[in-house]
């Protein structure tokens, strides 16, 4: 489908959309199991609600993962331990495509790695703390996890921002990292120039489980529960090539429309780059002994024929490719607890060298990804031709 130009990339979402991005970001989370509006990847088939509507479209056989992930992990990975991932399309959304569990438990921790101890510690892939601080790169390069307690990053403006810590930006700050070109948030473009390298093995792996799309810039987002990432179409790319999006960690909510509705746009959004806002979950929230937890709320508002609401859990991965390239989406829930017990204790790193085992410089961050969903959105920013089709 060729892109619209009349897609704009500082729109504003429907009112429908964003009325249902807001139930869904306040529900409380003992709601969940009973909102029979989200669509669950993880009983596609069981479930009659939606579920029927769904058709597989695709399948990707064993042979063809492992031989991906063997090079990916530079490690054997016998065919037969992983099983035939099914692909799904809904009819409210053509052209969207849904994975459930198509990553493995090894290749969403080798995956982790690359990215966080491995490419948020290139200078060239820049990240949101980067917008206001200056960050403190190690010379030779480690990873930011093995770097001391007393890591400051100084603020570029010190009478807006106070000094931040490494475990207050690891902890919290940190709410995504630009891979290969690096897009800006601010103009809502790609700079001109030559696009930074995007990491080989990632590609490599990415274009030979999606081989309609040729990787070339990706946002790495990380959120904790509580965070969240408002309605907004991916529209600043040129080519109109399929959107991978793959999630590593706690489950989330994940609304996606093409609902066409128009409506007065709310107050207008601070200038800065996109929405994230970072509240205090529901759990890390003192209990409100006004409005008892167990109190039922509101009916959800309505879901249109185009509309689309679902959780997605480590592992799924959902592509946005024809009609749905430019669909509007968001986050409204990162749901705590939920991050698969094989990945919580992520990075589990042995001491950094020369730090001893209960010094003060020392940060163990092994349990970070508990808390923690990381989600790489994937995208071609030119048309190059050349680009195959299907598997
Ligand atoms: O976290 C997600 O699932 C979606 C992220 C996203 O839409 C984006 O980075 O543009
Ligand atoms: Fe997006």
Same mark, same amino acid.
């Given at each position: 489908?060729?892109?619209?130009?009349?897609?704009?990339?500082?729109?504003?979402?429907?009112?429908?959309?964003?009325?249902?991005?807001?139930?869904?970001?306040?529900?409380?989370?003992?709601?969940?199991?009973?909102?029979?509006?989200?669509?669950? !990847?993880? =009983? *596609?088939?069981?479930?009659?609600? @939606?579920?029927?509507? /769904?058709?597989?479209? $695709?399948?990707?056989? %064993? &042979?063809?993962?492992?031989?991906?992930?063997?090079?990916?992990?530079?490690?054997?990975?016998?065919?037969?331990?992983?099983?035939?991932?099914?692909?799904?399309?809904?009819?409210?959304?053509?052209?969207?495509?849904?994975?459930?569990? !198509?990553? =493995? *438990?090894?290749?969403?921790?080798? @995956?982790?790695?690359? /990215?966080?101890?491995? $490419?948020?510690?290139? %200078? &060239?892939?820049?990240?949101?703390?980067?917008?206001?601080?200056?960050?403190?790169?190690?010379?030779?390069?480690?990873?930011?996890?093995?770097?001391?307690?007393?890591?400051?990053?100084?603020?570029?403006?010190?009478?807006?921002?106070?000094?931040?810590?490494?475990?207050?930006?690891?902890?919290?700050?940190?709410?995504?990292?630009?891979?290969?070109?690096?897009?800006?948030?601010?103009?809502?473009?790609?700079?001109?120039?030559?696009?930074?390298?995007?990491?080989?093995?990632?590609?490599?792996?990415?274009?030979?489980?999606?081989?309609?799309?040729?990787?070339?810039?990706?946002?790495?987002?990380?959120?904790?529960?509580?965070?969240?990432?408002?309605?907004?179409?991916?529209?600043?790319?040129?080519?109109?090539?399929?959107?991978?999006?793959?999630?590593?960690?706690?489950?989330?909510?994940?609304?996606?429309?093409?609902?066409?509705?128009?409506?007065?746009?709310?107050?207008?959004?601070?200038?800065?780059?996109?929405?994230?806002?970072?509240?205090?979950?529901?759990?890390?929230?003192?209990?409100?002994?006004?409005?008892?937890?167990?109190?039922?709320?509101?009916?959800?508002?309505?879901?249109?024929?185009?509309?689309?609401?679902?959780?997605?859990?480590?592992?799924?991965?959902?592509?946005?490719?024809?009609?749905?390239?430019?669909?509007?989406?968001?986050?409204?829930?990162?749901?705590?607890?939920?991050?698969?017990?094989?990945?919580?204790?992520?990075?589990?790193?042995?001491?950094?060298?020369?730090?001893?085992?209960?010094?003060?410089?020392?940060?163990?961050?092994?349990?970070?990804?508990?808390?923690?969903?990381?989600?790489?959105?994937?995208?071609?920013?030119?048309?190059?031709?050349?680009?195959?089709?299907?598997?």
């Amino acid at each position: 489908m060729p892109k619209d130009v009349a897609l704009e990339a500082h729109a504003t979402a429907p009112r429908s959309v964003r009325e249902l991005q807001k139930y869904y970001q306040k529900l409380p989370i003992e709601f969940l199991p009973v909102a029979s509006q989200i669509l669950d !990847l993880q =009983s *596609i088939g069981t479930s009659d609600f @939606l579920g029927n509507s /769904l058709r597989i479209v $695709d399948r990707i056989p %064993p &042979e063809t993962l492992s031989k991906l992930y063997n090079s990916f992990l530079e490690q054997k990975v016998d065919p037969k331990e992983l099983e035939e991932v099914l692909v799904y399309e809904h009819p409210a959304l053509p052209g969207l495509r849904l994975l459930p569990s !198509l990553l =493995s *438990i090894k290749v969403q921790e080798g @995956l982790l790695s690359k /990215l966080l101890l491995r $490419d948020l510690s290139n %200078p &060239e892939h820049l990240t949101n703390v980067h917008l206001h601080y200056h960050v403190p790169y190690p010379d030779p390069p480690k990873s930011f996890f093995d770097l001391p307690r007393s890591t400051t990053y100084t603020p570029k403006d010190a009478e807006i921002h106070r000094p931040l810590n490494v475990t207050e930006v690891l902890e919290k700050k940190l709410r995504w990292m630009t891979l290969g070109g690096q897009y800006d948030w601010t103009a809502k473009e790609y700079p001109d120039g030559p696009p930074v390298q995007f990491p080989q093995d990632i590609r490599d792996l990415v274009h030979g489980i999606f081989p309609t799309i040729e990787p070339e810039a990706a946002i790495c987002n990380t959120y904790s529960p509580g965070d969240t990432l408002s309605p907004h179409r991916d529209v600043s790319e040129e080519a109109d090539r399929d959107l991978v999006s793959i999630s590593i960690g706690c489950d989330a909510l994940f609304l996606i429309s093409l609902s066409e509705e128009t409506d007065s746009p709310p107050p207008a959004a601070p200038d800065t780059a996109r929405t994230l806002e970072s509240k205090p979950s529901a759990q890390q929230r003192k209990p409100n002994k006004k409005k008892a937890a167990t109190e039922p709320p509101p009916p959800p508002p309505p879901l249109d024929s185009k509309t689309l609401i679902m959780k997605i859990r480590s592992g799924d991965a959902v592509v946005m490719g024809g009609e749905s390239r430019w669909a509007w989406h968001g986050v409204p829930k990162v749901i705590g607890d939920t991050c698969p017990e094989e990945l919580a204790q992520w990075p589990d790193l042995p001491a950094p060298e020369g730090a001893e085992s209960g010094t003060d410089d020392m940060i163990r961050w092994s349990g970070w990804m508990k808390r923690k969903r990381v989600n790489l959105n994937i995208r071609q920013m030119y048309e190059h031709g050349g680009v195959s089709g299907e598997h």
